[in-house]
Protein backbone atom coordinates (compact mmCIF):
# COMPACT_ATOMS: atom_id res chain seq x y z
CA UNK A 1 0.00 0.00 0.00
CA UNK A 2 1.21 3.35 -1.05
CA UNK A 3 1.64 6.31 1.60
CA UNK A 4 1.24 9.24 0.10
CA UNK A 5 3.02 12.69 1.72
CA UNK A 6 0.34 13.84 3.77
CA UNK A 7 0.81 15.15 7.14
CA UNK A 8 -1.51 13.16 9.63
CA UNK A 9 -1.40 15.15 12.73
CA UNK A 10 -5.02 16.51 12.38
CA UNK A 11 -6.30 13.05 11.51
CA UNK A 12 -3.78 12.20 15.22
CA UNK A 13 -5.29 14.81 16.98
CA UNK A 14 -8.77 14.33 16.05
CA UNK A 15 -8.83 10.41 17.33
CA UNK A 16 -6.87 11.50 20.40
CA UNK A 17 -9.59 14.15 21.25
CA UNK A 18 -12.28 12.15 20.32
CA UNK A 19 -10.33 9.46 22.72
CA UNK A 20 -10.86 12.13 26.01
CA UNK A 21 -14.20 13.40 24.69
CA UNK A 22 -15.46 9.03 25.22
CA UNK A 23 -13.31 9.08 27.67
CA UNK A 24 -15.19 11.55 30.10
CA UNK A 25 -18.35 9.10 29.58
CA UNK A 26 -20.98 12.02 28.37
CA UNK A 27 -24.38 11.60 27.14
CA UNK A 28 -24.97 11.02 23.46
CA UNK A 29 -26.32 14.80 23.57
CA UNK A 30 -22.66 16.18 25.00
CA UNK A 31 -20.91 13.36 22.30
CA UNK A 32 -23.07 14.84 19.51
CA UNK A 33 -22.54 18.43 20.32
CA UNK A 34 -18.93 18.18 21.39
CA UNK A 35 -17.77 15.62 18.90
CA UNK A 36 -19.48 18.19 15.91
CA UNK A 37 -17.00 20.73 16.96
CA UNK A 38 -14.33 18.41 16.70
CA UNK A 39 -15.48 17.11 13.39
CA UNK A 40 -15.76 20.49 12.54
CA UNK A 41 -11.88 21.74 12.54
CA UNK A 42 -10.68 17.91 10.92
CA UNK A 43 -13.08 18.57 7.67
CA UNK A 44 -12.15 22.88 7.54
CA UNK A 45 -8.70 21.25 5.98
CA UNK A 46 -8.38 18.68 3.19
CA UNK A 47 -3.87 17.94 3.09
CA UNK A 48 -4.03 15.17 5.80
CA UNK A 49 -6.06 12.14 4.24
CA UNK A 50 -3.83 9.65 2.11
CA UNK A 51 -4.63 8.84 -2.20
CA UNK A 52 -5.27 5.49 -0.64
CA UNK A 53 -8.47 6.09 1.75
CA UNK A 54 -9.81 8.60 -1.36
CA UNK A 55 -10.12 6.11 -4.10
CA UNK A 56 -13.96 5.25 -5.24
CA UNK A 57 -14.65 2.55 -6.82
CA UNK A 58 -16.52 2.03 -10.75
CA UNK A 59 -19.64 0.74 -9.42
CA UNK A 60 -19.81 1.25 -5.38
CA UNK A 61 -19.28 3.43 -2.65
CA UNK A 62 -16.26 2.63 -0.63
CA UNK A 63 -16.25 2.93 3.28
CA UNK A 64 -12.11 2.73 4.79
CA UNK A 65 -11.84 2.58 8.38
CA UNK A 66 -9.53 5.55 9.51
CA UNK A 67 -9.66 4.65 13.09
CA UNK A 68 -11.50 2.31 15.76
CA UNK A 69 -11.16 3.18 19.08
CA UNK A 70 -9.74 0.16 21.14
CA UNK A 71 -12.72 -0.23 23.52
CA UNK A 72 -14.80 -0.43 20.23
CA UNK A 73 -16.90 2.78 21.36
CA UNK A 74 -16.31 4.79 18.34
CA UNK A 75 -14.70 4.53 14.76
CA UNK A 76 -13.79 6.70 12.10
CA UNK A 77 -14.22 6.12 8.46
CA UNK A 78 -13.87 7.77 4.88
CA UNK A 79 -16.41 7.37 2.77
CA UNK A 80 -15.99 7.91 -0.84
CA UNK A 81 -18.42 7.96 -3.31
CA UNK A 82 -18.15 8.07 -7.38
CA UNK A 83 -20.75 9.69 -9.46
CA UNK A 84 -24.06 8.55 -9.44
CA UNK A 85 -23.51 6.06 -6.53
CA UNK A 86 -25.79 5.77 -3.05
CA UNK A 87 -26.51 4.00 -0.43
CA UNK A 88 -29.54 1.77 0.14
CA UNK A 89 -31.96 3.07 2.96
CA UNK A 90 -30.21 1.78 6.18
CA UNK A 91 -30.14 2.51 10.00
CA UNK A 92 -27.45 2.93 12.23
CA UNK A 93 -28.47 1.53 15.75
CA UNK A 94 -25.52 4.06 17.20
CA UNK A 95 -25.00 7.61 17.10
CA UNK A 96 -23.82 9.23 13.75
CA UNK A 97 -21.39 12.00 12.51
CA UNK A 98 -21.29 12.79 9.07
CA UNK A 99 -19.07 15.44 7.72
CA UNK A 100 -18.44 16.38 3.85
CA UNK A 101 -14.53 16.73 3.33
CA UNK A 102 -14.47 16.81 -0.41
CA UNK A 103 -17.68 17.57 -3.07
CA UNK A 104 -21.07 17.29 -1.70
CA UNK A 105 -23.88 14.75 -0.60
CA UNK A 106 -27.43 14.25 -0.44
CA UNK A 107 -29.26 13.06 2.20
CA UNK A 108 -33.33 12.09 2.43
CA UNK A 109 -34.42 11.00 6.14
CA UNK A 110 -36.85 7.78 6.83
CA UNK A 111 -39.44 7.41 10.03
CA UNK A 112 -41.53 4.44 10.30
CA UNK A 113 -45.22 5.47 9.41
CA UNK A 114 -48.21 4.18 12.00
CA UNK A 115 -48.63 1.46 8.81
CA UNK A 116 -45.68 0.11 9.44
CA UNK A 117 -44.10 1.81 6.24
CA UNK A 118 -41.02 3.72 5.55
CA UNK A 119 -41.99 7.64 4.96
CA UNK A 120 -39.74 10.30 4.03
CA UNK A 121 -39.35 12.66 7.03
CA UNK A 122 -38.15 15.99 5.69
CA UNK A 123 -36.59 17.33 2.50
CA UNK A 124 -33.91 16.02 0.30
CA UNK A 125 -30.74 17.89 2.46
CA UNK A 126 -27.58 18.82 0.22
CA UNK A 127 -24.39 18.86 2.20
CA UNK A 128 -21.74 21.00 0.92
CA UNK A 129 -18.04 20.63 1.85
CA UNK A 130 -17.33 21.43 5.80
CA UNK A 131 -21.13 20.52 6.73
CA UNK A 132 -22.22 18.37 9.37
CA UNK A 133 -25.39 16.02 9.93
CA UNK A 134 -26.23 13.49 12.76
CA UNK A 135 -28.11 10.44 13.32
CA UNK A 136 -28.94 7.91 16.12
CA UNK A 137 -31.67 6.40 16.86
CA UNK A 138 -33.26 8.97 19.42
CA UNK A 139 -32.98 11.71 16.94
CA UNK A 140 -33.87 9.87 13.35
CA UNK A 141 -31.51 7.01 12.23
CA UNK A 142 -32.95 6.11 8.82
CA UNK A 143 -31.61 7.67 5.86
CA UNK A 144 -29.98 7.00 1.96
CA UNK A 145 -27.57 9.06 1.04
CA UNK A 146 -25.82 9.79 -2.33
CA UNK A 147 -23.05 11.74 -3.94
CA UNK A 148 -24.60 14.67 -5.24
CA UNK A 149 -21.77 15.81 -7.77
CA UNK A 150 -22.81 14.19 -10.97
CA UNK A 151 -19.13 14.36 -12.25
CA UNK A 152 -16.84 14.34 -9.28
CA UNK A 153 -15.94 11.68 -6.27
CA UNK A 154 -17.40 12.93 -2.71
CA UNK A 155 -15.74 12.08 0.33
CA UNK A 156 -16.94 12.51 3.68
CA UNK A 157 -15.80 11.82 7.34
CA UNK A 158 -18.34 9.46 9.51
CA UNK A 159 -17.87 9.17 13.53
CA UNK A 160 -19.73 6.31 14.76
CA UNK A 161 -20.53 5.34 18.41
CA UNK A 162 -19.21 1.81 17.79
CA UNK A 163 -17.04 -0.05 15.75
CA UNK A 164 -19.36 0.28 12.94
CA UNK A 165 -18.21 -1.97 10.30
CA UNK A 166 -18.82 -5.08 12.54
CA UNK A 167 -22.64 -3.80 13.88
CA UNK A 168 -25.57 -5.50 13.01
CA UNK A 169 -27.83 -2.80 11.06
CA UNK A 170 -30.77 -2.50 8.75
CA UNK A 171 -31.57 -2.09 5.24
CA UNK A 172 -35.17 -1.29 4.21
CA UNK A 173 -37.08 -1.93 0.65
CA UNK A 174 -39.24 1.21 0.44
CA UNK A 175 -41.97 -0.51 -1.68
CA UNK A 176 -42.75 -2.83 0.69
CA UNK A 177 -41.27 -1.50 3.77
CA UNK A 178 -39.76 -4.95 4.89
CA UNK A 179 -36.25 -4.58 6.60
CA UNK A 180 -32.78 -7.00 5.82
CA UNK A 181 -30.32 -7.91 8.16
CA UNK A 182 -26.82 -5.99 6.93
CA UNK A 183 -23.06 -6.10 8.42
CA UNK A 184 -21.41 -3.15 6.11
CA UNK A 185 -17.90 -4.11 7.07
CA UNK A 186 -14.95 -1.96 5.27
CA UNK A 187 -13.79 -1.30 2.08
CA UNK A 188 -9.74 -1.68 3.38
CA UNK A 189 -7.77 -4.10 5.31
CA UNK A 190 -4.72 -1.17 6.45
CA UNK A 191 -5.12 1.95 8.69
CA UNK A 192 -3.72 5.17 8.43
CA UNK A 193 -0.20 4.57 10.62
CA UNK A 194 -0.84 7.95 13.10
CA UNK A 195 2.03 6.88 14.90
CA UNK A 196 5.01 7.47 13.72
CA UNK A 197 6.27 10.43 15.43
CA UNK A 198 10.07 9.84 15.11
CA UNK A 199 10.51 13.02 12.87
CA UNK A 200 9.18 15.08 15.63
CA UNK A 201 11.16 12.95 18.02
CA UNK A 202 14.44 13.85 16.56
CA UNK A 203 13.82 17.21 16.10
CA UNK A 204 13.43 17.61 19.77
CA UNK A 205 17.06 15.74 20.30
CA UNK A 206 18.99 18.43 18.31
FE1 LIG B 1 -25.78 6.32 7.16
Same mark, same amino acid.
Given at each position: ?17 ? /? $??? @??? #?? *???? %? ?7 ? +???? &?????? @? ?30 ? #? ?11 ? !? ?11 ? +?? $??? /??? &????? !?? &? ?5 ? =?????? #? ?10 ? *? #? ?22 ? %? ?23 ? =? ?7
Amino acid at each position: MSETNVDVRPLRDFVVNF /T $RLI @EAA #PT *EAVI %LEKGRTLLA +RLIA &RDDWLA @EDFTRPHPEHYRQYLLHCDPLERFSVVSFVWG #PGQKTPVHNHTVW !GLIGVLRGSEAAI +RF $RRG /TTG &RLEQA !GE &REVLRQG =AIDAVS #PTIGDIHEVSNN *E #PEQTSVSIHVYGANIGAVGREVYD %LASGQSKPFVSGYSSTSVPNLWDRS =AEERLDQN
